[in-house]
């Protein structure tokens, strides 16, 4: 069966934030398991992502600098989880994007429309204009989906917070390891 949607579990949770973007990872990267991402899949687990590192790097120096307890505790095993998936997905976005743009360039999209009104064939010989134009769109538009600084900004000062000899916290130990 389906899992509930973050929004049906608001109550459960009294709308916590930082529970509701661990929610969204985890059902977000069990549905990744067992599906193949499309476009649409690539941008909202960026969005997920975001969500999920700008709760958890929130005050992080509040909390993992203190003997004050976590404000959350993961185990390594999921803290390696997130983590893994999180560079999984922005390698995929980045292939899914350059296969595009590779295709797009072949077939004279890069300028606006193809001249000839044919198809455009994808690394896998398959027919999806729509999927390069609305790529092409998104990238045109400026918006920041799985920008290599953006990731790398994340990945850095999760590392930089847990490999600090000042952090007393294991759960941003294990996030900046992994990281």
Known sequence: ?????????????????????F??????????????????????GWDVYRQLFDEILDDAEDFAFTDAPDKFFILPEWAFDILNEFVYEFQGFCQLRTGLHNSASKNGLLGGANPNGEPIILPNNKAHPSVVENVMALAASGREIWAPDTVFYYLHRLISIGTSPKCKSPTFKYLGIFA
């Open 1 to 21: 069966s389906p899992w509930p949607s973050p929004q049906s579990i608001v109550n459960e949770c009294n709308g916590d934030p930082l529970f509701l973007a």
């Open 23 to 44: 929610y969204r990872e985890l059902t977000h990267r069990h549905w990744h398991g067992i599906n193949r991402p499309m476009l649409r899949d690539h941008i909202d």
